[in-house]
């Protein structure tokens, strides 16, 4: 009998390296494999903490980001709820009455009549809440939301994983850069060195007082000059 797609998300998530794309990327898959995986859900987003506020970082379908819209001007709504009390909230029908009224009225607007909100979760630390929007009442049965919660925990290893990757990754870039800039600061130290006929700390205030007179960042000066010497010693090999 053919797995379901409940197993065959949960399978694909267990395979999945986040060193294969882009955060973006992987947050992407995640909410794929949610509408997969959870057969009343329609659409699926994810709230994070985007350059210091909520946003709805990626998503199914774009109606997702203006439905949470409301709730971000509001400071009220479920998904804001799952993720700062790390706890599952749910609307069974967002044409009654209840709380978060701006969310409500919102998704019924948007033709959404029933909503589940997971915490995402890592060793008590919130990375965000998987929200899944339904175009019918009551959609969510006791098996969905188990389904739902089963695939929120796996879901929420990934974006930790994610998430730490990037931040390490970013970090080895940038530590990357910082020693090319620093060994082209060097050869052109040298190169000043045997031009000049000075010593290290000489050339190195050489390219300090060029970088102030030019308004240039110090590693593009060194560039400069390397570049300079490389084209003169190919010079005759062209000529020739």
């Known amino acids: 009998m053919a797995d379901s797609p409940l197993s065959e998300s949960l399978a694909e998530l267990s395979r999945f390296f986040v060193g294969d794309g882009t955060i973006e990327e992987a947050l992407t898959r995640v909410v794929n494999l949610t509408v997969a995986a959870v057969a009343p859900a329609d659409l699926v987003g994810i709230t994070m903490i985007v350059e210091g506020r909520q946003r709805t970082a990626v998503f199914t379908d774009e109606l997702a980001p203006e ?74 049965g006791d098996v969905d939301r188990a389904n739902a919660e089963m695939f929120a925990a796996q879901a929420a290893i990934v974006l930790a994983n994610a998430q730490a990757y990037w931040d390490a990754h970013q970090l080895s870039t940038r530590l990357a850069e910082s020693m090319h800039h620093r060994a082209i600061i060097e050869q052109a130290k040298g190169m000043l060195m045997a031009a000049e006929g000075i010593d290290e700390e000489a050339a190195f205030d050489l390219l300090i007082r060029a970088s102030q007179r030019e308004n240039v960042k110090l590693r593009d000066i060194a560039q400069r000059i390397v570049d300079a010497a490389v084209t003169r010693a190919r010079r005759p090999e062209d000529e020739s």
């Not at 439905?67 to 001007?73: T, V, W």
């Not at 967002?94 to 709380?99: A, W």
């Open 67 to 140: 439905i949470d819209q409301a709730q971000y001007d509001s400071g009220s709504g479920p998904c804001l709820d799952a993720f700062r009390d790390q706890r599952v909230t749910e609307i069974t029908s967002t044409r009654e009455p209840g709380p978060w009224l701006e969310f409500r009225r919102a998704a019924a607007d948007h033709g959404i009549l029933s909503t589940i909100s997971m915490p995402l979760v890592v060793e008590k630390r919130s990375v965000g809440a998987m929200n899944l929007y339904s175009r019918r009442e009551a959609a969510f």
